[in-house]
């Protein structure tokens, strides 16, 4: 029986064991290590699909319902609510359960052995503030694995696991795993001594990659669908600014399944009749219409990607699926104003992290960057500004985790 080591992202997902003296990934979907946290349940067929076939099946354009980000609702009431989810009245730990059930059969399929015993990764804090929903979110991860036929499952800070997975460092250094996921940041100072890790200090703060998204969202695109646009008023004179609401959610991933009900319609109907400017909410109307929402998630996902590129200073958001040649323009510079107040918070949890592990930040001799949005520039720039001698480590950012996970797997088996 191996102990399987899961990253379980909100973006993205992994899953590791070891053989021999090495981690190794699983291929969750054909010759990838990686796949993306989504789910898609198809109307017609009947069936749940999941990763980059659930994507696909959204950018085709098949009736269904998709999923993601569906990590950052842990610990909320809505885990626990039983909905209508597109042929099935279900809640979304069970979601959650057959996406973690789909992981397991796919290492069984490839392990030929079973996989039921897990090593989780976990953000150190999944909601920044709230101790009750913190708890309640490892609640709710647990269940989920043992409703996705595990046997057992124990759970890891998941900057301490790319911590244990790191590349060797000089004696007496001392190392900052800056773990930027999809819906956390995570920071674990550390200290190699051969193949033993020494964790000395872990701290976490809830904003992520899909925290970017939805601020760059919400300055660029949102007001092309009439966010802060006037409408007139129904019953006499006078106007009024359009409610923020519903543009809230349309910018945040988790929450964009359930925009589309006919209340929202018909509002944003009324809004194109009455809108001082009608052109923007008559775009609002054709999103909600025809479920557009993550459409618009990926194209500022994807603007996002490539004005992070090595000499991009400027890129557009593509959201010709709304109207033909629509495109949203921003610069690098805007990118970091728009994210300013989300780098001054992961720059906040880095000095809490070294104050909690009593060291100064000239002791830092190496960073670790681990997960996707690590890797922007917005990010890169405060761990520079902060550690300006650091060595910097980036060679596993998508995988180190799982791959810390699997060491630490075995290790707990043994």
């Known amino acids: 029986m191996a102990a399987l080591g899961i990253d379980f992202g909100t973006s993205n997902t992994a899953a590791g064991v070891m053989i021999g003296n090495r981690p190794h990934l699983i291929s969750v979907e054909q010759g990838q290590r990686t796949l993306p946290t989504s789910v898609f349940f198809d109307y017609d067929r009947k069936v749940t699909t999941y990763g980059s076939e659930a994507n696909a099946a959204l950018i085709d354009g098949r009736e269904g319902r998709f999923m993601r980000a569906l990590k950052s609702v842990l610990g909320t009431p809505l885990m626990r ?32 052995q079973s996989c039921d015993v897990a090593l989780s990764g976990r953000p150190v804090r999944f909601h920044s503030t709230d101790d009750v929903r913190n708890a309640q979110a490892e609640i709710d991860l647990r269940e989920a694995y043992m409703v996705a036929g595990f046997s057992d499952v124990s ?18 250094t001392l ?21 033993a890790t020494r964790i000395i200090a872990s701290h976490g703060v809830r904003v992520g990659g899909t925290d970017f998204d939805r601020a760059l969202s919400i300055a660029h695109v949102m007001p092309m669908l009439g966010c802060g646009a006037e409408i007139r008023n129904e019953l006499g004179s006078g106007r009024h600014v359009a409610p ?17 009900t006919p209340e929202n319609r018909r509002m944003a109907s009324d809004f194109a009749k009455l809108g001082i400017d009608p052109a923007p909410f008559a775009r609002l109307k054709t999103v909600l219409d025809m479920e557009l929402g993550h459409d618009i998630a990926f194209a500022v996902e994807a603007g996002k990607i490539r004005i992070n590129e090595p000499g991009v200073m400027d ?10 040649d629509l495109l949203a323009r921003f610069t690098k510079a805007q990118m970091g104003a728009v994210l300013a107040d989300h780098a001054a918070q992961i720059r906040d949890c880095a000095v809490e992290t070294l104050r909690m592990a009593d060291v100064t930040p000239d002791r830092i001799g190496k960073i670790v960057f681990v997960g996707g949005s690590s890797l922007l520039h917005v990010v890169e720039d405060v761990m520079v500004a902060m550690f300006p001698e650091a060595a910097l480590e980036r060679a596993e950012a998508f995988t180190a985790v799982a791959d810390g996970l699997a060491i630490a797997a075995a290790q707990h088996r043994a």
Request: glycine share 10%; proline share 2%; hydrophobic share 45%.
């Open 81 to 112: 609510e039983k909905r209508k989810i597109a042929y099935e009245r279900l809640t979304l730990i069970e979601v959650v359960a057959r996406f973690l059930r789909m992981i397991r059969e796919r290492a069984e399929a490839e392990m030929q």
């Open 155 to 172: 759970f890891m800070y998941e900057p301490e696991a790319a911590a244990i997975a790191s590349g060797q460092m000089d004696a007496g």
């Open 175 to 195: 190392g900052l795993v800056v773990d930027i996921g999809g819906g956390t940041s995570d920071f674990s100072v550390f200290q190699r001594d051969g193949d």
């Open 244 to 260: 923020n609401a519903v543009y809230n959610d349309l910018a945040t991933w988790q929450k964009i399944p359930f925009l589309y």
């Open 315 to 324: 890129a557009g958001i593509d959201l010709g699926a709304i109207e033909r």
